[in-house]
Nanobody
Framework: VQLQASGGGLVQAGGSLRLSCAPS????????VGWFRQAPGKEREFVAC????????LYADSVKGRFTISKDNAKRTVYLQMNVLKPEDTAVYYC???????????????WGQGTQVTVSS
């Protein structure tokens, strides 16, 4: 199983980025997918999650209203649209797949390699 995360980069505060996560080696339509992030010196934290059906979503309070998670089953890809980015959003962003629809890091069994997002002030 592999999860390829991409789309990170350097952006100014107030800007936007769209991250993509393309899992392979698993039945895409039956897994819940989450995005997490880890800033230097901090623990990995939940950002957003989408159910296998694509109907249910969850967001961390810190990104609610600014980030949108979505999935395209035909393209086997999950997206994280990030708008109105802030310097505190700077982190390595990871996508993960698991059997539970949850915010808990340990509930996701499959992880990608991460993509760096840097927001300058």
């Amino acid at each position: 199983v592999q999860l390829q995360a991409s789309g990170g980069g350097l952006v100014q505060a107030g800007g936007s980025l769209r991250l993509s996560c393309a899992p392979s080696g698993l039945t895409f339509s039956t897994y819940n997918v989450g995005w997490f992030r880890q800033a230097p010196g901090k623990e990995r934290e939940f950002v957003a999650c989408i159910s296998f059906s694509g109907i249910r979503t969850l967001y961390a309070d810190s990104v609610k209203g600014r980030f949108t998670i979505s999935k395209d089953n035909a393209k086997r890809t999950v997206y994280l649209q990030m708008n109105v980015l802030k310097p505190e959003d700077t982190a390595v962003y990871y996508c993960a797949a698991g059997g539970l629809f949850t915010t808990t890091t340990n509930s996701f069994g499959y992880w990608g390699q991460g993509t760096q997002v840097t927001v300058s002030s």
